[in-house]
């Protein structure tokens, strides 16, 4: 099934098919790279990194007498922190790529309770979202909205609504009670998206590993209710 968007968009809505696959996952890493840089940031904004850094420049500074060398020295503990942050950022795409985007047709099959969704324009992808029913306890009759990314330069054009709106109206055909999603800090863009379509948010936490807690580096959980004959 497929869904056409006039001239305002330029886009088309529809299913997945097996052909998307290589497409989708390079969509996919595309997206989710542009965080790297911001990430980066992000750490090294940190009040225990940024009081880590200057009283090493301090050091440096008053044990060699000279400008010049602690300069350079900061600016190598810079470039090894962006190198290091940008790998795990790197590791942390390819474990998503190893898990559901491997197999998109068989992690988000009918079968299964599942769907997923391409924005097509110009005969290229550059949309794409995913529902599939969560686990775990109290889960019965909630969907999950995963792998929601949009090409940058379809922006602003009604991509990732349209997206957002084809899982809404996959779980009401479900008769889902509700549709969860988790974003993390850095996916501005992405939470203003899904206030506007009403989803809630709920507080903000921590992701659940050291290095999680010790970046600041939190995930916030959206929520969005069905009310029966929705």
Known sequence: MAWEFGEAGGFMLREFQPGDADEVRELFTEGMSEYGPALCVHV?????????????????????????????????????SHLVLGQVWALYIRRCLSQD??????????????????AEARGQ????????????????????????????DYRGRGVGKALGRAVLAFACEQGSRAVMLVTHRLQREARNLYLSLGFRPEAPQPLPTFYGRLADFTLTRYRYDLAPGD
């Open 44 to 80: 090294l904004q940190q009040p225990w990194v940024m009081l880590t850094l200057t009283g090493a420049f301090l050091l440096l500074v008053a044990s060699s007498h000279s400008l010049l060398l602690p300069v350079l020295l900061l600016a190598l503990m810079l470039a090894a």
């Open 101 to 118: 985007l491997m197999d998109i047709g068989e992690a988000y099959s009918p079968q299964r309770g599942a769907r997923f969704w391409v």
């Open 125 to 152: 992808i550059v949309g794409m979202v995913g529902a599939r029913p969560a686990e775990g306890q109290g889960a019965s009759g909630v969907l999950v909205l995963k792998r929601m990314v949009v090409r940058q």
